[in-house]
């Protein structure tokens, strides 16, 4: 940069903030100095000084900027002169002086707005009246498409949409959406803005791109005076929105009283649906307005319609728990045992979301006690799965059946159990509930509860004779369930009451196999104290030993070796316990199993012994304590690879070849020796 650009840099910095700021002199001195005085401050917004000058309302530096030459319609970097920027924060006197010198009155921004439309927007009077004395487009709009009318209208400036209708303004222009002056009035509640619209001749009932009049707009919002203004200017009281709302659904469904009245004294079409199928009734009952649906019912509303999910203005009510609206439409002959899409009705439902009161109420109405949805559940099956317990109460004494099954066959007592409720469950067996009744899995109650861990509820069904070794369609017991969910209380109070400590389910699976392979000690411990099989197997021929030593579980490893496991048992691979734990890298197993005389080359199918294994998965210290247990370094598996091919790993093999040098007698002494070479590799 030049020295000479460098200070004319300096100078339009100067410039610009002596205009920001209004400092007459100091802007006087800079242009007598040479400041540009059309030049843009970058770091501005591409503000001229004039356009500072005119934004912060400094009369004289405005004047002075112009007497030098100044551009009257410069722009800044969004398109926005002068006269739009003291247009929009109401500077009168520079509005009238760049006038005056010739400022293109209706220029626009980049967002297509002249100063008329921003003094509108801000509510100067006296610049919207100046600029249109000064010809600007009185129906000019801005890139949403909006008037200075419409802008006017809602924001509640009155007397500039007084203005702009006296100038001509078009009194029903539209912006994108399709709205007029009127609607915004109608949606922002501008009372007076409406009544003069309506008096220059607005369309009463024309409509915006989602179909909505004024009308809809005003009633939507809950503006009476405005409702009722439109009405009486002939606005059509059914016309409906892209929705199908008419206005009646509309004030129904928000609540507006008044307007409600008034459009039914308009004559308003009770019954009309949107597009759901929903009448004002029904829309009124779901969301509580008592005085509403009192209203709707004596102008003949319809008690029973439904919408589209075939849903009634009663169950709609019940479900959301309106007491006061339920007895209203009951007491209107509302159909008490009427269905939704789901087959639920009022009592269903209502049993199902707690609302005690109207549950009494629909039974004192006649609802049928045994009616069912569509997965053949009734309100005792709802209730008693959602723990409503004086709803159970209520429909046991009202005569429901205690036994009665849904679907999928589950009783009352199966979901109370289930769940937990042990309030209910004991009612449910009090009222005769079948104690071993299944649902289509097989399950009886103690099997749900055993599963669950709800032990208060196995108490009380094993007191009413509830059969301990029921089995659910996979063969398991409540012991095997209780077992592999980790229920101590519920595995001691299952054996307590003689359950079979070895049933097993339909992968031959008993209870210590399914708490081994959980890792829960204090299950394990409980059922080997009880007698439980140490070395049954399952359906893959693995004991409780393989599991937890697969697992890493060596608590109860131990355990079971102490317990007399048979320590080389093998799995349907030919694995035997070594064999596993040396695979998974347990060292603490290994030593364990070995320690209680586990044949240290067994082989598994393939003819890989726990060496073999160790050395292929890299388990130095494991490699290490086999061979010092005397573990063949020469067997070879059936494809005649042995522990030292297999290797990949180089302190493994470095011990195995300096084993194959030695008699097996001999490799307790040598071991250290191996330890240091394998040591001097990793370093």
């Known amino acids: 940069m030049t020295a000479a650009a460098a200070t004319e840099d300096r100078l339009l910095l100067a410039l610009a903030n002596a205009s920001d700021i209004g400092n007459t002199a100091e802007v006087s001195r800079l242009l007598d100095a040479g400041a540009p005085v059309h030049g843009m401050w970058p770091t501005a917004y591409g503000k001229a000084p004039l356009i500072r000058a005119s934004t912060n309302g400094h009369v004289g530096i405005v004047r002075m900027l112009l007497d030098r030459g100044a551009s009257v319609d410069a722009t800044d970097d969004h398109g926005r002169t002068a006269l739009m920027w003291a247009s929009c924060c109401g500077r009168v006197e520079i509005v009238r002086m760049l006038l005056d010198r010739g400022a293109s009155v209706d220029a626009t921004d980049d967002y297509r707005t002249t100063a008329l439309l921003w003094a509108t927007k801000h509510g100067y009077v006296d610049i919207v009246r100046m600029l249109l004395d000064r010809g600007a487009s009185v129906d000019a709009t801005d890139d949403s498409g909006s008037t200075a009318l419409v802008c006017a209208s809602t924001n509640g400036h009155v007397g ?49 791109d989602y179909r909505t009049t004024a009308l809809l707009w005003a009633t939507k919002h809950g503006y009476v005076d405005i409702v009722r ?5 002939g606005a059509s009281v059914d016309a409906t929105d892209d929705s199908g709302s008419t206005a009646l659904v509309c004030a129904s469904t928000n609540g507006h009283v008044g307007i409600v009245r008034m459009l039914l004294d308009h004559g308003a079409s009770v019954d009309a649906t949107d597009d759901s199928g929903s009448t004002a009734l029904v829309c009124a009952s779901t969301n509580g307005h008592v005085g509403i649906v009192r209203m709707l019912l004596d102008h003949g509303a319809s008690v029973d319609a439904t919408d589209d999910y075939r849903t009634t203005a009663l169950l709609w009510a019940t479900k ?42 629909l039974l004192d109405h006649g609802a049928s006690v ?56 004991r009612m449910l067996l009090d009222h005769g509930a079948s104690v071993d009744a299944t649902d289509d899995s097989g399950s009886t109650a103690l099997v749900c509860a055993s599963t669950n861990g709800h032990v208060g509820i196995v108490r009380m069904l094993l007191d009413h004779g509830a059969s301990v070794d029921a089995t ?61 099989s140490v070395d049954a197997t399952d359906d893959y021929r693995t004991t409780a030993l393989l599991w937890a030593t697969k697992h890493g579980y060596v608590d109860i490893v131990r355990m079971l070796l102490d317990r007399g496991a048979s320590v080389d048992a093998t799995d349907d691979s030919g694995s035997t316990a070594l064999v596993c734990a040396s695979t998974n890298g347990h060292v603490g197993i290994v030593r364990m199993l070995l320690d209680h005389g586990a044949s240290v080359d067994a082989t598994d199918d393939h003819g890989r012994t726990a060496l073999m294994w160790a ?39 470095t011990l195995l070849r300096g084993a194959e040098r030695l008699p097996r007698w001999h490799r307790r002494h040598s071991l250290a020796t191996w330890g240091h070479a394998a040591n001097k590799l990793r370093g």
């Open 320 to 361: 959301h728990g309106y007491v006061d609206i339920v007895r209203m439409l009951l007491d209107r002959g509302a159909s008490v045992d009427a269905t939704d899409d789901s087959g639920s009705t009022a009592l269903v439902c209502a049993s199902t979301n707690g609302h005690v009161g109207i549950v009494r109420m």
């Open 370 to 425: 045994d009616a069912t949805d569509d997965h053949g559940r009734t309100a005792l099956m709802w209730a008693s799965c959602c723990g409503r317990v004086e709803i159970v109460r209520m429909l046991l004494d009202r005569g429901a059946s205690v036994d009665a099954t849904d679907d999928s066959g589950s009783t009352a007592l199966v979901c109370a159990s289930t769940n937990g409720h042990v309030g209910i469950v």
């Open 229 to 233: 203004m439109l009405l009486d200017r």
């Open 472 to 532: 659910d369609d996979s063969g398991s017991t409540a012991l095997v369930c209780a077992s592999t969910n980790g229920h101590v209380g519920i595995v001691r109070m299952l054996l307590d009451r003689g359950a079979s400590v070895d049933a097993t389910d339909d992968y031959r699976t008993t209870a210590l196999l399914w708490a081994t392979k959980h890792g829960y000690v204090d299950i394990v411990r409980m059922l080997l104290d009880r007698g439980a």
């Open 615 to 653: 050395s292929c998965c890299g388990r130095v210290e494991i490699v290490r304590m086999l061979l010092d247990r005397g573990a063949s370094v020469d067997a070879t598996d059936i494809n005649g690879v042995n522990a030292v091919t297999i290797s990949s790993c180089r302190e493994c093999q």
């Open 160 to 208: 500039i949409v007084r203005m702009l209708l006296d100038r001509g303004a078009s009194v029903d222009a539209t912006d994108d959406h399709g709205r007029t002056a009127l609607m915004w009035a109608s949606c922002c509640g501008r009372v007076e803005i409406v009544r003069m619209l309506l008096d220059r001749g607005a369309s009463v009932d024309a409509t915006d």
